[in-house]
């Protein structure tokens, strides 16, 4: 099982971008699957998540600012990143397992993780 994400690279502040996340395998439907980011010197971040059935769950330094959604099959997801700052410089990994509610935010929840994808925003 893999997840193959897509879309980083630089932008400039204020910005936007999209990443993608591909599973290989359809009956990732069923999983919550999200995004968790890492910038150099500083701990794993939690960013957003969606459960199976389309619950949206944002860290607090992104709320207002990046959607995250699934497509029909449910085995691919999109991080629309707008207004992008400095601060969002990382990289970003995709995640898929099925934490319970509580542990959403929790990265031990998740079973699976992408290679991750580089975001440079410049100031």
């Known amino acids: 099982v893999q997840l193959q994400a897509f879309g980083g690279g630089l932008v400039q502040a204020g910005g936007s971008l999209r990443l993608s996340c591909a599973a290989s395998?359809?009956?990732?439907?069923?999983?919550?699957m999200g995004w968790f980011r890492q910038a150099p010197g500083k701990d794993r971040e939690f960013v957003a998540a969606?459960?199976?059935?389309?619950?949206?769950y944002y860290g607090d330094s992104v709320k207002g600012r990046f959607i995250i959604s699934r497509d029909n099959a449910g085995s691919t997801i999109f991080l629309q990143m707008n207004s992008l700052k400095p601060d969002d410089t990382a990289v970003y990994y995709c995640v898929a397992g099925r934490p319970i509610t509580s542990q959403i935010r929790s990265g031990p929840a998740y079973n699976y993780w992408g290679q991750g994808t580089k975001l440079t925003v410049s100031s």
């Open positions: 395998q359809r009956t990732f439907g069923r999983y919550g």
């Open positions: 969606i459960s199976w059935n389309g619950f949206e």
